[in-house]
């Protein structure tokens, strides 16, 4: 039922009693992820326990949750570029009574780094004093851009989702650098002419980062891409899978704010270790 089994768990553990109070779900699908939740949303509130047939409107609960009417039920997200006071406010004003259709009282916050300090703030006390029935989802891409006073307060997991491989943002130019810098000794030239200009934001390299794993990884799980990456042909699998490794440590590097260009030349240095 669902396509994370992160969610089978929280449904094992909601049985055992054992559910916290909040969670930060860092994901690379919000789509995916959103409607995971919606469906573990509906298993621990409806009466029926959510089976299909609750989709084919047969059921009140899981249609107000589907159509975002039910009181007890609010998602929130970011208004222009910030999740303002007032949208938080609006959850603490409304969580004050019990739920009364439902078990709990759920509120999912979407792209929660963009909480401002004080609208974090103004959840805290929430977070501090958890009532027996009220839930939190914090939602986000990447958890380190999450105010620490949150992120220290939730239960924290990460869910991945396949991606249409052949759709990715960054395919193409992953390729391109992969390409250029693979047995080329002109790598490092090749970084400082022509890479450095391919984003400006370190947001931007991380996500061609991450898709560049994700093209490793669906390579190494034996699925077909479209990409023509030269060192899928002629490198045996075990390095491969080295390099995999590798590129995590490169997120990591760029993740704590590291010098992009130092990175990439880091990069190409190691891949020449590792590929010759
Ligand atoms: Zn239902």
Redesign the pocket.
């Known amino acids: 039922m669902f396509e994370n089994s992160i969610f089978k768990d929280l449904v094992k553990r909601y049985h055992e009693n054992k559910l916290s109070h909040a969670f930060l779900l860092e994901t690379n699908d919000f789509n995916k992820c959103y409607s995971d939740l919606l469906k573990f949303v509906?298993t621990i509130n409806?009466e029926?326990e959510?089976k299909d047939d609750?989709d084919d409107k047969s059921?009140n609960?899981?249609e107000l949750i589907d159509n975002n009417s039910l009181p007890s039920f609010i998602k929130i997200e970011p208004d222009g570029t910030q999740i303002k006071k007032i949208q938080i406010q609006e959850i603490i004003d409304r969580f004050q009574s019990m739920p009364i259709f439902s078990k709990y009282n759920i509120y999912v916050v979407n792209e929660c780094e963009k909480m401002n300090t004080s609208s974090a703030n103004s959840l805290l006390k929430f977070l501090e004093e958890p009532e027996d029935n009220i839930l939190g989802f914090f939602i986000t891409s990447n958890k380190m851009n999450v105010i620490s006073t949150i992120r220290s307060r939730c239960q924290e997991y990460s869910l991945y989702y396949d991606i249409d491989v052949d759709n990715m943002l960054y395919g193409d130019l992953i390729s391109n650098y992969l390409n250029n810098i693979y047995r080329n000794n002109e790598g490092i030239l090749y970084n400082k002419v022509e890479a450095i200009n391919y984003f400006k934001e370190r947001s931007e390299w991380l996500e061609f980062f991450k898709e560049m794993i994700l093209v490793f990884s669906l390579y190494i799980k034996g699925k077909h891409n479209n990409y023509n990456i030269n060192l899928f042909n002629d490198l045996p699998l075990e390095k491969i899978i080295i390099v995999v490794d590798l590129i995590e440590t490169i997120l990591k590097y760029i993740q704590s704010n590291g010098n992009i260009e130092l990175i990439l030349d880091k990069f190409v240095l190691e891949m020449r270790n590792i590929c010759e």
């Open positions: 509906k409806c029926k959510y609750c059921c609960l899981c």
